[in-house]
Structure formats: structure tokens, C-alpha cells
């Protein structure tokens, strides 16, 4: 998106044209104020508050204006091409103060491939956002949003599939540039005595690896390496191809340094506001402070063997069943700290990362001999391909330094109990609504194995069902833009109506990953995302940020609050 000074454009008649006249001029007290209300702050004052942060205030001017002939009169055929051809990378959302990456989050409002005649709006997005460089600037924002009844959204890179990091009116505080990185070779605490690295709330995973592996060390992070570690990856719980050797990303964690709702800049640590660290650690993206940074361990880097296994489904008898059989070995395959990601399509199935810390290449053939054994036996033709690299960062970035990150996908995530792949009838029950989403090729299963209950960490509020879990599955969908947003609006509703409520039934006592679900979820959030440690999120929650001021979609109490008709954020 294009960044301008708040005083290059004449922002009431200019920005926010739309949004101004659909607005109801008097909002009721229990919401939000949004441009158009008698609330709303006046020019002056967004002048004001401007000088207070150096000037650092933004006016979002979304990137697709180019595409559109109105209202912002930059209409560029060339820009909007090349920006069509980037549409459906994360990075091309990821730079821009208030760019939303979820597509049904854009909403079509302003979008590359809407006819140009189409007014470019804002809908969705926030209509300034706070360029924040230092903990003053983060407390600004919030006093300000506070002040003026404004729904406050935080964004870093804006991997959000729920619409945390944008809202309809909001004021946004933009942690992008917060980049600084430390190694701390020998960080000691009552809980913890080694090598951790502090990271600003903008450092990347692809980032913060290669810090760490500059300095001889490994970063647990997300598969996608242009997601901010301390953001919601991490708050969020965090799973990655280490999950197995080290644990959750939540695990890592040493301490946070986070500014409150009430704008108290804070230390978290396991035995320093102890209640704020626990929540921060898995609880709930976004919920109870801005994060500012986050000291985490790092681990002493070596080898890493990789592979990856593939296999058609031309007799889907046989498929299927070999299907069942990996599913049922997965509580087997993660020994000696593997983590295998995979897929499952409707014409194919692919592990496409095997991820064996600190082990030889030989390794991965003796790992998967007795399922390649059962492929020979069925008669299924394989392919199987394995790698040897001398740090794990080579071996990120050889199997996941150039994924597409589409920011296209319609998902919900499936955190499956081990005692699933344990039992052949559940297994059996699983597989057959595997087969059922993906058998008409608008889904595919995108699968993690892994194993994080036995590694040490402090206590947080990662969901319990992690701990019993062998397989993590994400049902994916994929936006099409050039299709009506009806078409799109149906996969959704298939998504959560159809092949979801079949495979929660064959997973009892699983759970959702926070950071992969669907805004149209229909399950029991409180105890699909949070399990037993909803209450004590919800007291402590109440403690730090009793007004609720930073509220999320499917956040803790965030049932106190709705979007109204107009796209106000209230409390009910």
C-alpha cells in the first residue's frame, strides 16, 4: 500500500468517502467509534496525536487503489498488473501498514481483479495505523485509541485467518519494524540456564533462523518464513518442523516484553508477572499486551537429515489403505525428534518435509522401510527422496524457503489424539472423512506428525490437547478471485457445515489450533481452542484488560463483543 504523510491528502473527503456516508452520524456508547460518527476523532486531533509519535501516524491507502479509478485517483494499468501477479504471495501484504493477507478478510473491497470502475473502499481495513518504532510509540497508540473509543487492531505481518490484525474503523499500531535481533549465548533465570536470542515483535522466522544460525544455534519458528515469530505464531502456540526435538514455539519463550491495555510496559517471565507470561506463552494472539520482543532459547545447531515420499492413487482401494497405515504409524515416526509434514489430495499423497534433527541421511530410509514395506505389498509406486544438510537452516529453506504462503486459503485446523492413530476403528472412522473432503478436489489435507509432550518448559497456556496429540491436520480450501464472492462464500460453508463436524466426530477430545481456523467455526471455541485453561485466561484477561480493548475474532471473551450491521465493533 502506498504510505503517505497524514497531510499529503485531504483524508475526510479523500479515505474515507464510503465509509462516511453509510455511517450512522451518533454511535451508541457501547460501541467503537468508526469515521461518520459524532465520536470519531476530528482532523485536528489526528493531527495532534501525529506530532506526539514523530510524524509516524499512517493513512492506509489500500495497494489495490491502482486497479481502480476512484476514489483515490492513482489508477495505474501497469502497477496493477504486477501487483495481480503478486496477489497471491504473503510477502506482497506483509510490508504494507494495514494490508490484509486473508482474502475473505479484503472482502473484494479493494481488490486487483474488481473492475476498475469499482470504487476502491476500505472496508475491512484499518484507516490509520501507528508506524511503531519503540515502546512510546505503542503507548501512544493505545492511550489514543482508549481516549477516542477506537477499536485498536495489532499488525505485524498479518498471517491472520480469524481478523485479528484488521477491523472496520480501527486504529492499527504496526510492529513491522521492530527488527532488532540478540544472541544471548549463556541467559540465565531460575527456570532456565543457556543460549536464547531476543527478537523484536517485526523479526521473521526466516529471520530469526538465520540470526540463530549465524551465531551456531536453531530457532523453533512456523513453516512459513515470512511469519513474525513473536506475534501470533508464538502467542498462539507455534508449530514447526522442530516441534518434536524442542516443543511448541510457546515453549521456547523466556520472557516477553509487552505494553498492557492500560499502557503499563512490562516484563514477563515464568517468575516475573508470572499470570502475564503464562497467558502470553499459547493463550491467546493478541489478547493481553502488545509485544514489544520475546527472549527465547535457541538450541546448538548440527545436521539435519530430510526426505520426501510420494505416491498416486490409481487403485483407491489400495490408496486409501495406505492412507490408514501411515495415520496409524504416526505415533511411531516421530522417535528421535522427527516432525513430517504432509499432504493428502484426492489424485496423490505427499510427505513432503521429513525433518530428523541430528541424523545421518540413512536415517530416513530405515524410518519409513516398514510403511515403504506395505506400499510394495499393495502394489503402490513411489517416490521417495531424501537430503543430508549441515545446518537446519539449509534445511528450512531447501523445503520451505520459497513456499508460496498463499494468502488464497480457505482452512480449519484438526489437532487429532494420538490414541486415534492407536486404534484401527478410529483410524478407519478418521480415513473416511479424509476421503469425503477430499474427494471432489476442492480440499486437501495439509498434516503434521509430531510429539510435544515430553520436552521440559515452564507452565503456560498452550491448548492441553497439543500434549496428546500424534497429527495435526489442516482442511485447505483455496479463494478464487475471479469468481463471484458467493462461490467463494460456499466453499466456506462446506468447509464448516460439511467435512468439519465429520472429522471432530471421528477426533474426541482433539482440539483447533488458534492460528488455523476458520471465522466461520462452528465448534465449541472456548474448549476447542483453549480447553481447561479458558477460565484462567478469562481472570486474567479481566485483570490486564478489563475493557476489553484488544478483542479478537474467537479471542478470550471475545463473546462480550460483536461486530454490529454497520461494522462497528460493540459490546453486547
Not at 170 to 178: E, P, Y
Not at 351 to 357: E, I, K, S, Y
Not at 468 to 475: G, L, Q
Not at 515 to 528: C, L, V
Request: aromatic share 10%; with cysteine.
Amino acid at each position: 500500500m502506498a504510505r503517505r504523510s497524514l497531510f499529503d491528502i485531504p483524508l475526510l473527503s479523500v479515505i474515507l468517502p464510503t465509509i462516511a456516508i453509510l455511517a450512522a452520524v451518533v454511535t451508541a456508547t457501547s460501541c467503537r467509534n468508526i469515521p461518520g460518527d459524532s465520536g470519531w476523532p476530528s482532523p485536528a486531533t489526528w493531527a495532534s496525536f501525529n506530532e506526539t509519535i514523530g510524524g509516524r501516524l499512517i493513512a492506509t491507502i489500500p495497494q489495490a487503489s491502482v486497479c481502480h479509478t476512484s476514489p483515490f485517483s492513482n489508477y495505474n494499468a501497469e502497477a496493477c498488473q504486477a501487483l495481480k501477479a503478486g496477489w497471491n504471495l504473503a510477502g506482497t501484504f506483509a510490508t504494507h501498514p494495514a494490508e490484509i493477507v486473508n482474502a475473505f478478510y479484503q472482502n473484494q473491497s479493494c481488490d486487483p481483479f474488481t473492475p476498475a470502475v469499482r470504487p476502491c473502499e476500505l472496508g475491512n481495513y484499518a484507516v490509520y495505523s501507528v508506524n511503531a518504532t519503540d515502546v512510546h510509540d505503542v503507548k501512544a497508540g493505545i492511550e489514543f485509541a482508549r481516549k477516542n473509543n477506537l477499536r485498536l487492531v495489532i499488525k505485524t505481518t498479518g498471517h491472520d485467518y480469524t481478523g485479528k490484525s484488521s477491523g472496520h474503523g480501527a486504529l492499527s499500531i504496526w510492529m513491522w519494524n521492530l527488527k532488532s535481533s540478540t544472541v544471548i549465548h549463556q541467559y540465565e533465570s531460575p527456570s532456565y540456564s543457556g543460549p536464547a536470542i531476543k527478537l523484536g515483535a517485526g523479526v521473521t522466522g526466516g529471520d530469526g533462523v538465520a540470526a540463530a544460525r549465524k551465531a551456531g544455534y536453531r530457532l523453533v519458528t512456523g513453516e512459513c518464513p515470512s511469519i513474525a515469530v513473536a506475534g501470533g505464531y508464538t502467542q498462539g502456540g507455534g508449530h514447526s518442523m522442530l516441534n518434536t526435538a524442542y516443543g511448541m514455539a510457546a515453549d521456547q519463550v523466556l520472557e516477553w516484553e509487552v505494553v498492557t491495555a492500560a499502557g503499563e510496559h512490562l516484563i514477563a517471565t515464568p517468575e516475573q508477572n508470572a499470570d502475564l507470561y503464562w497467558a502470553l506463552s499459547g493463550g491467546s494472539p493478541g489478547s493481553f499486551g502488545v509485544v514489544l520482543s520475546m527472549t527465547a532459547k535457541i538450541h546448538p545447531d548440527g545436521p539435519v537429515a530430510g526426505g520426501s515420499l510420494s505416491f498416486p492413487n490409481t487403485n483407491p482401494a489400495s490408496f486409501w489403505e495406505a492412507v490408514s497405515l501411515w495415520i496409524q504409524q504416526a505415533h511411531l515416526l516421530v522417535g528421535q525428534n522427527n516432525t513430517i509434514i504432509y499432504l493428502i489430495l484426492n489424485d496423490a499423497f505427499e510427505a513432503m518435509a521429513l525433518t530428523l534433527p541430528d541424523q545421518p541421511e540413512s536415517a530416513v530410509q530405515s524410518l519409513l522401510s516398514p510403511f515403504l514395506t506395505h506400499l510394495d505389498r499393495l502394489g503402490i509406486p513411489y517416490s521417495l527422496q531424501t537430503t543430508h544438510f549441515e545446518t537446519y537452516h539449509d534445511h528450512f529453506h531447501a523445503y520451505f524457503g520459497t513456499l508460496p504462503e498463499n494468502p488464497t486459503t480457505i482452512l480449519n485446523n484438526r489437532i487429532i489424539p494420538r490414541s486415534v492413530s492407536e486404534s484401527p476403528n478410529a483410524t478407519a472412522q478418521l480415513v473416511d472423512a479424509f476421503r469425503g473432503t477430499v474427494a471432489h478436489g476442492r480440499f486437501i489435507l495439509g498434516c503434521a506428525i509430531m510429539d510435544v509432550s515430553r520436552t521440559p518448559h515452564p507452565p503456560n497456556a498452550v491448548l492441553p490437547a497439543w500434549r496428546d496429540t500424534a497429527t495435526s491436520c489442516n482442511v485447505n480450501g483455496f479463494w478464487n478471485y475471479t469468481a463471484p464472492i458467493e462461490i467463494n462464500h460456499a466453499l466456506k460453508k462446506e468447509l464448516v457445515e460439511v467435512h468439519l463436524p465429520k472429522i471432530e466426530a471421528a477426533t474426541p477430545g482433539g482440539g483447533v489450533y488458534a492460528n488455523e481456523m476458520d471465522p466461520w467455526y462452528q465448534g465449541d471455541w472456548k474448549h476447542s481452542l483453549y480447553g481447561a485453561n479458558y477460565e484462567r485466561l478469562l481472570r486474567i484477561k479481566s485483570q490486564y484488560d478489563p475493557d476489553n480493548l484488544l478483542w479478537g475474532n474467537f479471542s478470550v471473551n471475545s463473546d462480550e463483543s460483536f461486530i454490529d450491521g454497520r461494522g462497528r465493533l460493540c459490546h453486547r
